[in-house]
């Protein structure tokens, strides 16, 4: 093989290699980020937060729903509650009060039997605010969680193998993942409030602990590059190799 082939294979390589690197980052930093933004709006939006956030608003009129429930039930044996659309009846026995109402209704609205195919449920409020959308073992956001996860383990993976300096470009790569922590706080500005304090207290927690997520990992990128750059800077230099020039014979 000639000088100049072996010249052209090699540059063929170093581009492929190259090329290969910038897609594994893509893959790695992208899916990264939406896996942080998915496991952050399932831990913010689980029965547990859900309920309590809703609990809070719908109790600041426990006195007005205390009334309610017993003019009420003061006619009838049975409760009837309109909710989109719905007319929720509960027998009069069981609620004693605005905070045993408020369980009934959210179980009744959380439970909530939705169907509808991903698409459509993921277009549809309450479904995303229901045990369909929310649940840890849900179709909506467990299953691009899980996806989003395996891509990101499997390009960065990849990307490891292709880096250099391995400590310092992963660090690099989590670092660019944890900027969405700063551009965060500008998206957040941009929402309107909804005027509806569930909706609102909801929003605000989710970007929070989003933020906080990708907070944690701009530190941790941060530490790596760090460390990376410093054991770059630590290593001793590889010595030269002298080349001797032999001098034509007269």
């Not at 897609?23 to 980020?33: D, E, P, V």
Request: with cysteine; aromatic share 10%.
């Amino acid at each position: 093989m000639t000088v100049a082939k072996k010249k052209g294979k090699r540059n063929h390589i170093t581009v492929a290699k190259k090329l290969a690197k910038f897609i594994a980052a893509m893959l790695f930093t992208s899916f990264l980020s939406l896996f942080v933004i998915l496991f952050s709006a399932q831990d913010m939006t689980s029965y547990a937060t859900l309920k309590s956030l809703s609990k809070e608003t719908f109790l600041e009129s426990a006195s007005q729903i205390n009334i309610f429930i017993e003019q009420s039930c003061k006619n009838s044996p049975r409760l009837e509650i309109p909710l989109q659309n719905e007319r929720l009846s509960f027998e009069c026995s069981e609620i004693k009060s605005a905070e045993m109402l408020f369980d009934k209704i959210f179980d009744k609205g959380y439970y909530r039997n939705f169907s509808c195919s991903l698409i459509e449920c993921v277009k549809n409020p309450s479904a995303l605010l229901s045990s369909i959308g929310t649940s840890s073992g849900n179709m909506l956001v467990s299953s691009f969680l899980w996806i989003s996860a395996l891509i990101s383990v499997i390009s960065g993976a990849i990307l490891l193998l292709l880096l250099e300096k391995r400590i310092k470009g992963l660090g690099m790569s989590l670092i660019f993942v944890g900027i969405n922590s700063v551009l965060l706080l500008f998206v957040k500005s941009a929402i309107p409030t909804t005027n509806i304090a569930t909706i609102d207290s909801l929003i605000n927690s989710i970007f929070s602990q989003m933020s906080w997520n990708f907070f944690l990992i701009l530190a941790t990128g941060i530490v790596l590059a760090a460390v990376g750059y410093c054991k770059g800077r630590n290593r001793p230099e590889k010595p030269r190799s002298v080349k001797i020039l032999k001098g034509r014979r007269t």
